[in-house]
């Protein structure tokens, strides 16, 4: 089965652009989260949605948001992009909203001019 | 923000040695959870301890809790080249709206030396 999948899989961006990442959970599982990853740091969490519902979201503004679609696939959306905005952005799925286990995708790299 | 940190922020070890990294947190858990990372790529799951549990061990993995210092560490042995990664732990807790939230560490950067 393949895992988890994003796309795409590097994108350069100027300020004040607009960018979507998507993300494909693996076959069967309801829910996808989502983190960003500044260099040189670890992962935080930005969104988690199950049943096309947000469940939970992290210390990010309002430019950050997010939908899960009827086949749980994700799109996260990131509006006036900014400097600091420059990160690994990575999707990852589970069975269920509240399961322990997450599996990760291999990340969307954005680069912010 | 990140929930703790790491212990130390990189190792170099020798193929064959073995790597120890430790971790801290800040709050309560509902489990611990470590993770390796391939040149800023996705994050593979090794290993998860839950809360009332002491120590876990998964092939050349060994990791252990302690919740009364807030402290975890994980043991690689008999490490190969195959292992250079950055690892990170992450602590499961609760967010707003019942989300499953990790909070992650800033990482160790290991390298192993053939």
């Known amino acids: 089965d393949a895992g988890v999948t994003q796309s795409p899989t590097h994108l350069i961006k100027t300020r004040g652009q607009q960018v979507t990442l998507r993300c494909s959970p693996i076959?069967?599982?309801?829910?996808v989260s989502w983190y960003q990853q500044v260099l040189g740091q670890g992962p935080q969490f930005i969104f988690q949605?199950?049943?096309?519902?947000?469940?939970g979201r992290g210390n990010f503004p309002d430019r950050f948001s997010a939908r899960q679609f009827p086949n749980y696939s994700s799109e996260l959306n990131v509006n006036a992009l900014l400097l600091g905005d420059s990160a690994l952005y990575l999707c990852?799925?589970?069975?269920?909203?509240?399961?322990?286990?997450?599996?990760f995708g291999p990340g969307t790299r954005l680069l912010v001019l | 923000s990140q929930q703790g940190e790491e212990d130390p922020q990189a190792l170099s070890i020798q193929e064959g040695e073995n790597a120890t990294m430790n971790c801290s947190y800040k709050?309560?858990?509902?489990?611990l959870q470590w993770y390796r990372q391939n040149s800023g790529r996705g994050l593979v799951h090794l290993i998860l301890?839950?809360?009332?549990?002491r120590e876990k061990h998964s092939g050349r993995l060994r990791v252990t809790l302690d919740t009364s210092k807030k402290s975890s560490s994980l043991l690689i042995t008999a490490s190969r080249a195959a292992d250079t990664a950055s690892y990170f732990c992450a602590t499961d807790g609760i967010s707003s709206g019942s989300a499953r939230q990790l909070t992650f560490g800033s990482g160790t950067q290991l390298t192993v030396l053939p």
């Open positions: 301890i839950r809360s009332n549990e």
């Open positions: 709050t309560s858990i509902n489990n």
């Open positions: 949605y199950y049943e096309k519902e947000e469940r």
């Open positions: 990852a799925s589970s069975l269920l909203a509240n399961q322990e286990t997450q599996y």
């Open positions: 076959s069967g599982h309801k829910s």
